[in-house]
């Protein structure tokens, strides 16, 4: 069962053990979490007043096991890219340290200085491949 933001959030309240008034914001909440079954109405101190059911509880944790999935999931989605992009940057900087190397035999520069010649080409030429040059 779908609810949205402000129901969870009628519901957190109503879990904490406090009676709800259908008025202002929350009116149409409540409303639709009795008519889901998920809060009950009470006549409570001279007036009725609105509770949360042991389904509204099960609904607080559906939701909140929803949530953590969701989170979890999006969570091993970012390590994963992150390692793949780690990866793809330990390649690139062992391609452009053996490219320094060749070069540097052929110009007398040193591995270093020619890694730093190479890096802009190397840049340029990765930004127009991500362009589809």
Not at 53 to 78: L, M, P, W, Y
Not at 107 to 128: F, H, M, N, Q, V
Request: hydrophobic share 40%; net charge neutral; with cysteine.
């Amino acid at each position: 069962m779908s609810i949205t933001d402000d129901e969870f959030s009628v519901l957190l309240i109503a879990a904490q053990g406090e009676y709800m008034l259908p008025i202002g914001r929350w009116k149409p909440s409540i409303e639709a979490l009795t008519a889901k079954g998920l809060m009950c109405k009470q006549h409570i101190n001279g007036g009725s007043q609105y509770l949360i059911t042991k389904a509204g509880r099960a609904a607080i944790n559906d939701r909140e096991r929803e949530e953590t999935e969701v989170f979890s999931v999006a969570s091993s989605r970012v390590a994963q890219a992150q390692k793949q992009a780690r990866e793809l940057v330990d390649e690139a900087a062992r391609a452009l340290a053996n490219c320094a190397k060749v070069s540097s035999t052929l110009t007398g520069d040193t591995p270093e200085t020619s890694a730093r010649k190479w890096s802009p080409l190397i840049l340029e030429r990765a930004l127009d491949i991500i362009n589809g040059g």
